[in-house]
């Protein structure tokens, strides 16, 4: 088997990934930067959104395990006293494969030129200058006109991301959906919004289009990107799936309560 591994960058992180390395040699594994069948993520989260999107052409073909060296690590499994374990794990029993949705983001500028990302946690958008306007339509239909500081369109598992701190609810990562949270819309007499949280299922588009030509700040998870002559940003639950290589049980809600509630 071919595998690659990440690291966060860090010192503890960087001795890890080698120990792992060497010992997943010493089983006859072969490291593969441009093909791996497995990645390796030792860091955090951020760490496995980087791994993530390294390979978002090849997702059919990679599966994910994360180490966590010290941060939060919603995403990773495995603590740095067991990576002995993990790597006789990846070595010798045939593991299985977990998927979770992602978000598929189409940006569509006024030339018609699209740009498409996916997004394991989510899509924020920003105005760069001013409130955001933006009409929202849900499945070709204008739903409304948001004005505030931002919109956040996450998956079940980035629900427990930037989504959470919005007020937004934790989906479980069976639910193929994605959700929109708004970031301080105004309401008023003259301006409305729906205020909640919105979960939407497969097929159904969320579109974004603004209402006047400025520039827009947005996110695909850890990526930051700044967008000119914007006509329409589309989000919807993507083709693809992300797979997690599991070789041991964690199930999603277990995972909820040891990072926001008590280990
Ligand atoms: P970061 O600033 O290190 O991330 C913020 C925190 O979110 C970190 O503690 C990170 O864990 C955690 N996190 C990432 N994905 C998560 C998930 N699916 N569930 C629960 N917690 C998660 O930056 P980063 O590591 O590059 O991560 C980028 C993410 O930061 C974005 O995708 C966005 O969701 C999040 N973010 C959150 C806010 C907010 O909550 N107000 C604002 C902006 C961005 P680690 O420490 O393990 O990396
Ligand atoms: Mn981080």
Redesign the pocket.
Known sequence: MKYNILSRGDDNSNMLANKIKSSLQEFDLIFDESEPEIVISV????????AFHKYTHRLQETSFVGV?T???????DWKPDEVEKLVIHIAKTPFKIVEYPLLEVMIRHHDDQTERYL????C?VKSMEGSLVMDIEIKGELFETFRGDGLCL?TP??????????GGAILHPSLLSFQLAEMASINNRVYRTVGSPLVLPQHHTCMLKPKSDVDFQV?V??LNLVQKQVKSIQCRVAEEKIRFSRFRPFPFWKRVKE??VAE
Do not use: Q, R
């Not at 997004?119 to 989510?122: G, K, R, S, T």
């Not at 598992?157 to 919005?166: D, F, M, P, R």
């Open positions: 860091g955090g989260d951020g760490t496995l959104l980087e966590h010290g941060h939060l690590g919603f995403y990773a997004a394991l946690n989510e924020s996450s598992s980035g629900s427990t991301a930037y989504n959470k701190a919005l996110t998870d850890h990072s926001f």
